[in-house]
């Protein structure tokens, strides 16, 4: 049997911050949920998960978004109402999102910060290494960047966490690393800095969201000092774990999108439209019109 230890078995979706960049629209919908075309972002985190031999998924919801949770859920009363009407593809798309993989959840009392929501997983996660993903964030990759990360893991048995560069500008707005590239897209990392003024960063390689960590970050955040606004922040916790145990960066193949941002979300619609065959060609030739028609 192999040791727990060395493999990355569970998954862990922070989705119970505010979504306060996404008003009105997540007064009483959960971000998680807006639709990536017909998909919603949760979903296709969880479909990344799975991708990457996961089983289980635990979900951090809070107050007004036990919606992501059922999600999951079978629907059975529609599933034969679409069957009897001869939907069988659409009962199928319904069917398919509850048989994707173990769900379970838990809360988060209030929204402390993603170091806080990840503790909040400690009984459920045991003493075992995991995945964060964070249920805003999307990758769009041939290999899912879940499966990227974990054969890091696999070969280093240490943290990973996905980087990606970035401009100048956007520097101050992501958690930061230093390191040394010891191999093609990976980084053994010395340093990691919460969002720092430019002068101040050690490089250009932004943290994105998703990370492997090993159990021994939760002693970590659970010693951490609240920062701003009372939260926990998890690349502190990081940071103090790359000194004590080491932490490898993984500069991950794919695209990644931030679906919590109004942008980012518009971005990713595109993006997955233009992958949908059936979609691509009108919206190639709506977009056409539009650029031609100077409304753009
Ligand atoms: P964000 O900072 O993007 O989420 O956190 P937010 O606070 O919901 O968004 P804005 O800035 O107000 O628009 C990244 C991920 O971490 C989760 C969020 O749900 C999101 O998926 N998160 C954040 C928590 O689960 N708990 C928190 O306390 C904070």
């Known amino acids: 049997m192999s040791n727990t230890k060395n493999v990355v078995r569970k998954a862990v979706i922070p989705a119970a911050g505010l979504g306060t960049r996404f008003l009105p629209a997540t007064k009483s919908v959960p971000k998680e949920l807006l639709p990536i075309v017909d998909v919603p972002t949760i979903q296709l985190i969880v479909q990344e998960v799975v991708d990457a031999g996961i089983d289980t998924v635990i979900l951090v919801t809070a107050k007004g978004k036990s919606k992501i949770v059922d999600h999951f859920d079978l629907f059975p009363e529609l599933e034969e109402k679409l069957e009897r009407e001869g939907k069988h593809d659409l009962a199928e798309k319904l069917r398919s999102t509850c048989n994707m993989v173990k769900v379970v959840s838990i809360r988060q009392g209030e929204p402390r910060g993603l170091g806080h929501a990840v503790l909040c997983t400690k009984q459920l996660v045991g003493d075992e290494p995991f995945v964060v993903l964070l249920g805003d964030d999307l990758v769009d990759a041939k290999v899912p960047c879940t499966k990227q990360m974990v054969d890091v893991y696999s ?142």
Do not use: W
């Open 155 to 296: 070969k280093y048995q240490k943290s990973v966490v996905a980087l990606m560069e970035v401009d100048d500008s956007d520097v101050p707005k992501f958690g930061i690393c230093g390191g040394k590239e010891i191999e093609p897209r990976v980084v053994e990392l010395d340093k990691m800095v919460e969002k720092p003024k430019l002068v101040d960063a050690p490089s250009k390689m932004a943290i994105v969201g998703r990370y492997i960590l090993t159990p021994e970050i939760f002693d970590m955040l659970e010693s951490t000092p609240p920062g701003k606004g009372g939260e926990i922040q998890l690349t502190d916790a990081m940071a103090r774990l790359m000194k004590s145990q080491g932490f490898y960066g993984y500069r991950f193949e794919g695209k990644r999108y931030d679906a919590g941002d109004k942008f980012g979300f518009l971005q990713a619609n595109i993006a997955y439209a233009l992958k949908n065959p059936e979609i691509r060609p009108k919206l190639m030739d709506y977009m056409k019109s539009v650029v031609e028609s100077g409304e753009a």
